[in-house]
């Protein structure tokens, strides 16, 4: 019986996947806490957006266990563990082009799944403000009524982290999400994670060190599919072991 212990909000415990033998996952275990934001680095190849891959059940595993509050995420269909409460962003953006912000929000709204139920859907106050609320949390409140494909990468990649908020998960996970952003675009993405972890947890894979130290509660550095370290930015980075097959680098 899969047991919820409140400490963790995600239990990964002895994750493995094997390709044609190839252990891209092996052995893994961590374990995410309450309002947490772990990030999860590593050099091309570790394993990251495997691991992502094997939570969200896109790819299934060949052993272990992932214990989302009490429910074996392992034994579940991608659709279930979204309704479940996981939401995760893939490293492009896949917003609607054609869409305004405002119809993009609302599109990802739990009410109006599938495009011609959303788009026909009463637009409600309550569900308007829900996407208020989200359009400025992502600083896009003046945006609302613009077309998506107007906006700049960075402002999709919110876009489309708004579009996962306003589904509320309690843990998100996010591969990626300043690639190819501006320094001041970081510094707000970081600064929008710092805010969305008062509600919920996220794990993040990154690779910008600076943006790392901005946001990571705790960092995990995955090598070969395994734990290298784990810990606090601070000792990640002094950790030789890490130094040698990755910061070093
Ligand atoms: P990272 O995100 O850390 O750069 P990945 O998780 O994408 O690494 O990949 C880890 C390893 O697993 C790589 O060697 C990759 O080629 C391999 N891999 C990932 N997905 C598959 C798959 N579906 N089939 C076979 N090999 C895969
Ligand atoms: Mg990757």
Redesign the pocket.
Known sequence: MTVHNPNFVLMVEGLTVS??G?K??NDLSFYVEPNECRV?I????????????LICGR?KATSGSVNFKGQELLSMREDQIVHAGVGRKFQTPSVYEDLTVFENLELSYPKGHGVFGALTFRRDDPVKARIKEIAETIFLDDQLDEKAAYLSHGQKQWLEIGMLLIQDPELLML?EPVAGMSVAERKKTAELLNRIIQDRSVIV?EHDMGFVEDIATRVTV?HQ?KTLSEGSMERVQNDPKVVEVYLGH
């Not at 590593?42 to 891959?53: E, H, M």
């Open positions: 390709f044609d190839f891209a996952v999860i590593g050099p091309n190849g570790a394993g990251k957006t495997t691991v992502l891959d790819t591969d894979i995955l599919g």
